[in-house]
């Protein structure tokens, strides 16, 4: 079993305001798991009793509107955790979470977790301040759907991809996401999101071959409906 004192995740997380002691004791409880690609590593209603810290690999997390499909809320990398507004609120997760890459994850049960809250005040400080953060990323993309137009919010994902995931080696995005993923990031239709890269492309702001996409001109596309 790796040491969690060891483990260079906890350095981006919550995790990092915990002391030796109370690393060792984590790394005695928490369970490591492999979630292949594809696979669901919680499911919006389930209880999890515990939280995921995410060690390797990239996952998506999802909210299941009315009328069926799946609205990407969030994607989640390398060092962050997952399931920490359930925890605090004890309630069930209110979101789906599925692996887009193949992902080394380690649930730390929920007990071990409040025990660190009654003993380290930075840790829970730090636990809030990542609640905070999701909840004004949530607001900002509420104020994106609502007032930015889809062609703008689709510029918007493909910078956010490109800062936050990084690119392949012959400038792709690192990250690849399908057609319909993508439309469920900016709320559009999957034919709307199409017909918009094949426009980018035209206009040489990205280039597409095949399921990959890089970015060729970022300032233009950072202008776009401005």
Do not use: W
Request: proline share 1%; with cysteine.
């Amino acid at each position: 079993m790796s040491k969690c004192e060891h483990c260079i995740v906890r350095e981006f997380s919550s995790l990092k305001a915990l002391n030796k002691e109370e690393l060792v004791k984590m790394a005695e409880c928490k369970t490591s798991v492999t979630i292949k690609k594809g696979g669901l590593i919680f499911e919006e209603g389930d209880t999890i009793n515990g939280i995921y810290c995410v060690k390797d690999g990239i996952c998506k997390l999802t909210k299941l509107s009315p009328n069926g499909k799946d609205h990407i809320v969030k994607l989640v990398k390398k060092g962050e955790l997952l399931g920490q507004r359930s925890l605090i609120s004890n309630e069930p997760v209110n979101l789906s979470a599925m692996a887009l890459e193949d992902m080394e994850v380690c649930f730390i049960p929920k007990n071990e977790i409040m025990n660190f809250f009654d003993s380290n005040n930075q840790f829970s400080m730090n636990v809030m301040k990542t609640i905070c953060g999701d909840l004004k990323e949530a607001d900002d993309i509420m104020v994106n759907l609502a007032q930015k137009s889809v062609k703008k919010r689709l510029s918007i994902t493909l910078l956010y991809l490109e800062d936050t995931f990084g690119k392949n080696e012959d400038s792709s995005l690192k990250i690849q996401l399908s057609r319909d993923e993508l439309a469920s990031m900016i709320g559009t239709a999957t034919e709307s999101c199409i017909r918009l890269l094949s426009d980018f492309n035209k206009l040489g702001l990205i280039e597409l071959n095949g399921k990959k996409i890089s970015i060729l001109d970022r300032i233009k596309l950072k202008r776009m409906d401005e």
